[in-house]
């Protein structure tokens, strides 16, 4: 038998992935036009502000990407010319990955799109309750975080 609390995590549990799964769509969506996949925009995205690893990519995703996804999606994203490997000072086989001035572009194109989607999702809900939402996701990110590290010490 669970508690009262645990029976309303374990209710959460079917709507976040519906929800992750929403996010996904939506991504695509906005996405697609300009040829990139959710996870080429998430990598990319990751390498904006400066050039990172592949394994860094995968921990700030932190998203349960694996190292090797991330690798199958940074290689796709300098196939096509959005981004570059180049030399990593700190590791000598591990190359950073950098975004071109094409993937630049390419992720300011979606820039008005994702920001329809923010703005329209957004008032709907309620800029309240989505605060509201954010800070009790952040509360069980960190409640599990908790009990895993706590389980396996």
Request: proline content about 6%; aromatic content about 4%.
């Given at each position: ?124 809900v309620g800029e309240d309750e989505i605060r509201r939402v954010l800070e009790g996701i952040r509360r069980i990110n960190a409640a599990s975080r908790r009990y895993r590290a706590d389980r396996d010490?």
């Open positions: 038998m669970r508690t009262p609390a645990g029976d309303a995590l374990t209710s959460l549990v079917l709507p976040a992935f519906e929800l992750n799964g929403e996010f996904l769509s939506a991504a695509k969506d906005i996405a697609e036009p300009a040829g990139l996949t959710p996870a080429g925009w998430q990598v990319l995205g990751a390498t904006l502000d400066q050039p990172l690893a592949v394994a860094e990519i995968a921990r700030r995703v932190g998203l349960g990407l694996a190292r090797q996804s991330v690798q199958r999606t940074a290689d796709i994203l300098v196939e096509k010319g959005w981004a570059e490997y180049t030399d990593n000072p700190k590791h000598r086989r591990a190359k950073l990955l950098q975004p071109t001035q094409e993937g630049r572009l390419t992720v300011e194109k979606l820039r008005d799109d994702q920001h329809a989607w923010a703005d329209a999702v957004g008032n709907d010490a």
